[in-house]
């Protein structure tokens, strides 16, 4: 074995938000797809430290976030909340010196940060050059479904209009949002008060999608967040599709209801066929479809089309996929990527 393959198969990262939804998600991923690690540093808050974890069956402690425990990893995966991994940017993580793989989306306006999203950037030729160190942060999941499905199928016919509605779980606002919802529901079931710290109104056994003064982030911001991502990554002419975005009263995944007119006569089996190819599911019949349960820890976007019954050319998909899923594994993916530029550089 040559001594760069030896150093690949030795090297260290660092998880910082290991007792979070997102961070154990990256963790099981780098695992599953044995990304060749020796060491995962496990790294979180005060609140967290010296609990007894494990990585790889082997037994790990929680370690705090400064400089010393990062340095000397080949990358640092941002998996907190996006408030704290903003508040220890500077302070732990730019200071080590380790390349940044950003979850959490807090570095999104660093001037040197690259927006990715792998599977989208596959569809157009490859992943786009990172400069040195450059932080990388992992376009939203609803931004990456809007891309990679419009894009292809505007193979099969130019997309006159196009429109969105997402609903958005309790999960992506981490364990917090989980215990609120659980709360929540049984306080409702019970004729008690429910808690609203968190989503700043009822969410349980409720629908909405006005802006909530007091939520700890208001809708707009997130649908800001998603459709300048879907501008960041999606095929140049592809315009972003008109959005609006639910809280919905569900623990794990998004779903979305995509309709879409193209501007001249298609089939729906022809729209079926521009869908096909690597991480789209098509699901067809009545067996089974897409929804929050059949999606839940799958890396695969499963998705239904069916013509509109009023509109000419119009066509309905009904989209899920699983939240804490698939950014980590494209967050995987970006250093996989990495990896291979670097050891292609060792070589030459």
């Known amino acids: 074995m040559s001594s760069s393959a030896q150093k690949w198969n030795t090297l260290t990262v ?5 007792t979070t939804l997102k961070g154990r998600e990256v963790r099981d991923v780098l695992g599953e797809r044995g990304f060749p690690s020796s060491d995962c540093k496990l790294l979180d808050d005060d609140e967290s430290l010296g609990q007894l974890d494990h990585v790889n069956d082997e037994a790990a402690f929680i370690q705090a976030v400064v400089p010393e425990n990062i340095a000397g990893a080949e990358f640092a995966f ?14 732990a993580v730019r200071r080590s010196g380790t390349q940044a793989i950003d979850l959490s989306y807090a570095l999104e306006r660093e001037p040197s940060a690259i927006l990715r999203s792998p599977w989208v950037e596959s569809e157009q030729g490859g992943a786009p050059p990172v400069a040195g160190d450059a932080p990388v942060v992992i376009a939203h999941p ?13 193979r099969a016919a130019a997309i006159e209009h196009a429109s969105a509605v997402v609903c958005q779980p309790a999960s992506e606002h981490g364990r917090r949002g989980l215990d609120e919802l659980h709360e929540q529901t049984v306080n409702l079931l019970n004729l008690r008060t429910v808690p609203s710290a968190l989503f700043g109104t009822q969410s349980a056994f409720n629908l909405y ?25 999606a095929p140049a002419g592809l315009d972003a599709p008109a959005l609006l975005l639910l809280q919905a009263p569900v623990f794990h995944g998004y779903v979305c209801a995509l309709f879409v007119r193209t501007a001249s006569d298609v089939s729906a089996h022809q729209m079926e066929a521009a869908l096909a190819g690597p991480h789209v599911s098509l699901v067809r019949g009545s067996d089974q479809f897409p929804s ?20 000419g050319n119009g066509f309905w998909l009904f989209a899920a996929v699983d939240n804490l899923r698939i950014p980590a594994v494209q967050a995987v993916e970006c250093a996989e990527q990495l990896l291979r530029a670097r050891l292609r550089g060792q070589r030459q």
Not at 14 to 18: D, E, R, T
Not at 142 to 154: E, I, K, M, N, S
């Open 78 to 91: 941002l998996a907190a909340a996006e408030s704290y991994i903003a508040k220890v940017w500077e302070t």
């Open 292 to 311: 929050n349960v059949s999606i839940a820890g799958s890396a695969e976007i499963l998705v239904s089309l069916r013509a509109d019954a009023g509109a």
């Open 209 to 233: 999608t006005q802006p909530v003064e007091s939520a700890h982030t208001p809708l707009p911001e997130t649908e800001a967040r998603i459709l300048r991502h879907f501008r960041a990554i």
């Open 142 to 154: 609803v931004a990456v479904v809007l891309a990679l499905l419009l894009g292809r199928l505007r």
């Open 14 to 18: 660092a998880l910082v938000g290991a």
